[in-house]
């Protein structure tokens, strides 16, 4: 279904060159001070290697605070680094985009009404509320919905995908988007969008991330990651004080060291690459959201909204049974359904002669029979052949019985209403199937629901997502087919209003919902949703209504949009308990180093056995600095999502996270420690 | 350490636990002005109350006007009661004639008693007269501990209410919290300690010739009425210097057991009082299983640590545990409990001196101090510091299942958040700031009386008892001195109300959300995992917040000792 359009540009060589370079550009503390995190490391880096400066020139050792310097600076620049890539991948993804935004003309129409009137403009001068025509061969100027004629269009230039489609005035296949190539035909399209802030052009800065503003749970983290810092700045500077009580002179170097190592750097360095790494999954599934915020506000949705046809269900009523009345063998009933059939080219019609062929081994006809075909109407509501001694038709149920009847009057079999009954209550379609005045048998037309649906519904009720289907059906059928695709609830003849007042029901009841659709009908409910997916294909209405639009055009898409949002949060608070669980390895690393001098005792707290005090506090720094660069690709790509229910993904997330984050830095540090005592670096 | 010993705990703790849930269900009723028992007798006086004060107890403030009168009320109480101690020579019930007290040691006292911390800088029979006592000290301590358990009161509303503009009306939750429950207990349980020998009287003290035929002075007073709230309302300023470590204030290991109870059995019953009255009982229980679980691990560590006792005593062939400093009567595993009780509870009270404690039996009551005073804290105010501590908990915890974090159906966002961290920063910006700046200045260490790290944890102990409102001493700092008695009044009064409005803040903003509906994606928050997450978080901030100042202390204290170092 999914088809990477957007091919995620793979960490290759020029991408990461150009995050190098990015990420020196980044050190500007206008764009650092975004960040607390880092720009507290950032001013405290400056600080050391001024220290270092100071003892290159009178001459005292510098290897220490050197090294000190140099790897504060790698933390600031990793982080920076891991921003600039995450930026990378969306902006390749921009670029491909833009190529397709080229400056074109127009043909404005002063009078929409006189096709022959045209004065040429270019795309930048269109307006919303003018209107222009384009031909075949032409690039639609600008977002606009068609008022007139009917065309085929490609919109690989938004979708990548290169089949065309249908797009006609009225109805809900009306809205065209600029950039995209008309094929065949006219249309009169009425413009919606200014230049400059069209769907293409939101979409290249969606992208790019120029427009990223900072998601509500990430300003919050980012709070928390503050305060954080702060308790650190607190905690280490009163060390000063404390420790001269004890007659220890700490240097600043040391001090430093050691705050950068307990300030939430990991997560802090990782946090904006994580949002912008979300953001290019979504992406990468052909949905683009409109912000941020919809994005983590999909990993909320507590129920889902699903129309009916087209989601759950094929969308065509297909034939699934042929039931014979007594005195009527199967066989012969299936080969007059597959007669009557044979000429009528409604889904349904096909469905039956599919059946009669793979279910009843009838061999389709090798040459047309001779008869004439009679054409389905509204008026007879039958359709059927005319052979030479048979009179086959099929149809509903009320309007055969009437066709038999108006032959010879005969007792409608019960057999038969049995059937027909049979099929009404487990919320199919019965057929009715006549050979001149005799009722041969009924088929059983039923709305297929899709062969892996009840697969996702289960998993989404495992991730505590209630889905609810919403159909024009009756209740009968539309609880037929809600038991059958497993969903947990229905609404049965739903209007747009219906489906507005469902919707303002569950919120007030405390709960988010998620919906989509596509047409203009649906469009109080999308904006009344809150995580609205537009199709693609869908009204211009219904695209300004949602918050995501998803150019496949595949609702059931919304799964993986709640965990594309689900596994954002996971990720930042996964890494932010990984960054906090590390603060105890590090303390017991530096804690006994500082002190070594003026209470040796505290030697007992250096479980780790590192070399010297000066290893022990470099080897924190260069572990804090290269768990940065380590965790990049888990930032980018996302901690796994498992619906398996909260309490066991937080124990299971804690487990590793929490106590791997307790646990990796004793490993880690240790073994820099071996490397750095190894290769005498202090 | 013997079967005797952890007996002696293990009924301590399971008393405290089951009087949680009848305390907590009397409790809710009464805070959410449903009819008790107590209606018929109370609800005059409380009515009479509201009348003469006029206040309208059907009028709702909103965060802002609750928090405004909350502070209008505490700064009444202070310039009363610095206006009593200074004027204390003038006013009646004087027997001893005691004169003024200095204006550092009054502002120290004052703050201490309406902070409910009762940090006491003074010795109370040779500093106080009865009118100081009776009308300055215990009104405080009745209104200082209705204070904080008011808040309890919009706290649970900010979860039980959606879209709510107004919080509730402070003047009547103060009023119910003292008319119906501080009073009735206070007076049962003072008569219950006169019975057992506890004295209540307004006589001159009385000299006495000891058998060795020294003079020895012993002093008298109101103590029973006094000792009641001071236990109850987690406030802790002993009528005696020695506090409850006197015969006098706790004669025998019968009071030693109410007193001990009383500790902390409001501030656990709040916990359940709070669950009821957000309608979820469970979610009560699972934050004083958090509590329960600091109090376990204290009560075990400070019995270990004193039970195994000094090695150089035993070098000196005395053997058994640790005994400097503690009560023959209550003994070694008496002493852990109330240490533990009374840190973990930020009441303050002692049976025992916490500076003799061992290097690790010294830092269990230091670290419950410094992990906020949240396990279970003070009457009101631990369980607020412990909501502050979920709060942060449940945000990261939200994050970590995929969801827009959430607690107790309110979701989690900027404005709590920054709110949780402001409440919880302020600690350990009081405690380390002053300690810091005292363990280098002159004037400062004059009044230490150990030199090495003792002498350092004495200063790091007492900011951690003035900043958590504790008010427990680790004996043996001289702090009646213009120092100690500023910057200790400072730390008090800051994380006291610096915290309270934070709080309130957070419940103005949840009260104003809407509620969400649990699902499966939420995570629960009253079973086990939570509970282990909850305390691990607690653990986790505060531990890496002072674990360098706790290493500099009674950390490296111990391994000095293991490696045979005195001072």
Redesign the interface.
């Known amino acids: 279904m999914v088809r990477n359009t957007y091919k995620s540009a793979s960490l290759d060589k020029s991408l990461l060159l150009r995050a190098v370079v990015d990420a020196v550009r980044k050190l500007d503390p206008r764009l650092l001070i975004k960040n607390p995190v880092i720009f507290v490391t950032a001013v405290v880096s400056a600080l050391v290697t001024t220290l270092f400066a100071r003892d290159l020139l009178t001459g005292q050792p510098a290897a220490f605070s050197g090294q000190i310097a140099a790897w504060l600076w790698f933390t600031v620049l990793f982080a920076n680094f891991a921003e600039a890539v995450a930026e990378g991948r969306g902006r390749a993804q921009a670029e491909s985009l833009r190529k397709t935004r080229t400056e074109s003309s127009a043909r404005r129409l002063p009078d929409p009404k006189n096709r022959d009137r045209q004065e040429t403009v270019s795309a930048l001068d269109l307006r919303p509320g003018d209107t222009v025509l384009v031909v075949a061969g032409e690039i639609i100027p600008g977002d606009g919905e068609i008022i007139e004629g009917v065309a085929s269009v490609n919109e690989a230039a938004v979708t990548g995908e290169s089949a065309p489609v249908i797009r006609e005035a009225g109805g809900d296949r009306s809205a065209v988007t600029g950039g995209t190539t008309v094929l065949s035909d006219w249309i009169v399209v009425r413009i919606t969008s200014s230049p400059g802030s069209s769907f293409l052009d939101r979409m290249i800065a969606l992208v790019e991330g120029a427009e990223r503003q900072k998601t509500?749970?990430e300003?919050?983290?980012n709070?928390?990651l503050?305060?954080?810092t702060?308790?650190?700045l607190?905690?280490?500077?009163?060390?000063?004080?404390?420790?001269?009580?004890?007659g220890t002179n700490i240097a600043v170097t040391v001090l430093v060291a050691l705050l950068v190592t307990?300030i939430p750097t990991t997560i802090g360095g990782l946090l904006s690459a994580i949002g912008i790494a979300g953001m290019d999954r979504l992406l990468r599934f052909n949905v683009l959201a409109m912000s941020g915020r919809a994005v983590?506000?999909a990993?909320?949705v507590?129920t889902l909204l699903l129309d009916k046809t087209g989601t759950i269900t094929f969308g065509n009523r297909l034939a699934t049974e042929i039931i014979a009345v007594p005195g009527v063998s199967e066989r012969e009933a299936a080969e007059a359904a597959l007669l009557a059939s044979l000429a009528d080219g409604t889904p349904e019609g096909r469905s039956i002669v599919m059946l009669a062929q793979e279910k009843y081994g009838l061999a389709p006809p090798t040459a047309v029979p001779q008869g004439s075909f009679i054409e389905f109407s509204a008026t007879t509501r039958l359709s059927g052949i005319d052979l030479e001694t048979r009179k086959l038709r099929k149809g509903a149920v009320d309007a055969v019985v009437k066709f038999a009847g108006a032959k010879q009057a005969v007792a409608e079999p019960t057999a038969f209403r049995a059937a027909v009954d049979r099929i009404a209550r487990a919320g199919g379609t019965p057929l009715g199937l006549v050979d001149g005045d005799r009722l041969l048998g009924v088929i059983h037309l039923k709305d297929v629901v899709k062969p892996d649906i009840k697969e996702r519904f289960a998993q989404l009720?495992?991730?505590?997502?209630?889905t609810v289907m919403i159909t024009g059906d009756n209740p009968v059928t539309a609880a037929a087919i809600a038991s059958e695709a497993g969903v947990d609830d229905f609404v049965a003849e739903a209007t747009p209003e219906d489906k507005l007042r469902y919707i303002r029901n569950e919120q007030a009841?405390?709960?988010?919902i998620a919906m989509c659709g596509d047409g203009t009908n649906d469009a109080p409910a999308l904006a009344q949703a809150d995580v609205a997916v537009a199709m693609q294909s869908g009204t211009q209405a219904a695209r300004e209504a949602g918050n995501m639009v998803d150019l496949d055009s595949n609702p059931t898409k919304l799964i993986e949009v709640v965990e594309i949002?689900?596994?954002?949060?996971?990720t930042?608070?996964?890494l932010?308990?990984f960054s906090?669980?590390n603060?105890?390895a590090k303390?017991f690393a530096i804690?006994p180093a500082l002190?070594v001098a003026s209470?040796p005792?505290?030697g007992?707290?250096n479980v780790m056995g590192l070399a010297t005090p000066e290893s022990a506090i470099l080897s924190a720094v260069i572990f804090n600095a290269l768990i940065i660069v380590a965790l990049i690709p888990l930032a980018l790509k996302g901690v796994a999502?498992r619906p398996i229910?909260?309490?066991a993904?937080?124990?299971r997330?804690?487990l590793v996270?929490?106590l791997g984050g307790l646990a990796a830095p004793f490993i880690g540090i240790k073994l820099v420690d071996l490397a750095v005592s190894g290769l005498h670096l202090v | 350490m013997t079967l005797n010993g952890w007996l002696q705990i293990a009924i301590m703790l399971a008393l405290v636990v089951l009087t949680a849930r009848p305390l907590g269900i009397f409790m809710a009723s009464v805070m959410q002005g449903k009819s008790t028992f107590l209606h018929r007798s109370v609800r005059p006086i409380e009515t009479r109350l509201y009348s003469l004060a006029g206040v309208d107890e059907t009028r709702e403030q909103t965060w802002l006007q609750y928090v405004a009168s909350l502070l209008a009320f505490n700064a009444a109480g202070f310039v009363l009661h610095y206006a009593i101690l200074r004027l204390q020579g003038f006013l009646p019930l004087n027997p001893q004639g005691f004169g003024a007290l200095s204006e550092h040691l009054a502002f120290n006292t004052a703050v201490s008693f309406v902070t409910n911390t009762n940090w006491q800088s003074y010795g109370g029979e040779t500093t106080l007269s009865y009118f100081s006592q009776m009308v300055g000290l215990t009104v405080q301590n009745f209104v200082s501990a209705a204070t904080g358990m008011a808040i309890i009161v919009p706290l649970a509303r900010a979860f039980s209410r959606a879209n709510a503009t107004t919080v509730g009306n402070f003047w009547v939750d103060l009023t119910r919290v003292t008319l119906y429950v501080l009073l009735p207990l206070s007076i049962i349980m003072a008569f219950a300690l006169i019975a057992l020998g506890v004295p209540q009287n307004l006589s001159n003290y009385v000299d006495a010739t000891t058998l060795e035929g020294a003079k020895q002075t012993i002093a008298q007073g109101p103590v029973a009425s006094q000792l009641a709230i001071k236990q109850l309302g987690t406030n802790g300023g002993g009528f005696f210097n020695v506090n409850s470590a006197h015969p006098y204030e706790n004669p025998s290991i019968w009071t030693n057991t109410i007193e001990s109870w009383a500790i902390v059995a409001l501030a656990l019953a709040l916990a359940v009082a709070f669950g009821r009255m957000i309608g979820r009982e469970r979610e009560g229980w699972a934050l004083l299983g958090v509590m329960m679980i600091f109090l376990l691990a204290g009560c075990a560590i400070a019995y270990w640590a004193e039970a195994a006792g000094n090695p150089f005593m035993h070098a000196m062939g005395v053997d058994g545990g640790n005994m400097e400093g503690k009560e023959v009567r209550f003994g070694i595993p008496q002493s852990a409990v109330w240490a533990t009780f009374t840190t973990g509870a930020s009441n303050g009270s002692v049976n025992s001196m916490h500076g003799s404690y061992m290097p690790l039996g010294g830092l269990v009551p230091l670290v419950l101090i410094q992990i906020g005073e949240v396990v279970p804290g003070g009457v009101g105010s631990g369980l607020y510091g412990i909501v502050v501590f979920a709060i942060i908990a449940m945000f990261v915890a939200g994050l970590m299942v995929g969801r827009t974090p959430e607690y107790l159906g309110k979701k989690l966002e900027a404005k709590e958040v920054k709110m949780a961290m402001l409440a919880i920063l302020i600690m350990p910006a009081f405690i380390l700031g002053f300690s810091a700046v005292s363990a280098v200045l002159p004037v400062a260490l004059a009044g230490l009386a150990n030199p090495g790290p003792r002498g350092y944890t004495e200063i790091l102990y007492a900011f951690s008892s003035a900043a958590g409102n504790n008010g427990s001493a680790f004996a043996g700092l001289t702090a009646n001195a213009p120092w100690y008695d500023t910057t200790l009044g400072i730390a008090m009064l800051a994380c006291r109300f610096g915290i309270i409005v934070p709080v309130m803040a957070i419940i103005g903003s949840l009260a104003a959300k809407p509620r969400l509906a649990p699902s499966g994606g939420t995570f629960p928050t009253d079973g086990a995992l939570f509970v282990a997450l909850l305390a691990g978080v607690i653990v986790i901030v505060s531990g890496l917040e002072f674990f360098p100042a706790l290493a500099l202390g009674p950390i490296v204290e111990h391994f000095q000792m293991l490696a045979g170092k005195t001072f």
Do not use: H, W
């Not at chain 1, 607190?234 to 004890?246: H, N, P, Q, R």
């Not at chain 1, 009841?509 to 988010?512: H, I, M, V």
């Not at chain 1, 949002?565 to 996971?570: A, N, S």
């Open positions: 509500p749970n300003i919050a983290l709070i928390l503050a305060g954080m702060i308790v650190f607190i905690a280490v500077v009163t060390l000063t004080g404390l420790g001269a009580y004890s307990l983590e506000a990993g909320d507590d009720r495992r991730m505590g997502i209630k009841q405390g709960r988010l949002g689900k596994q954002l949060l996971m930042r608070g996964s932010t308990t906090i669980a603060d105890v303390y804690i002190f209470l005792e505290l007992a707290l999502y229910g909260a309490a993904l937080l124990r997330n804690l996270y929490g």
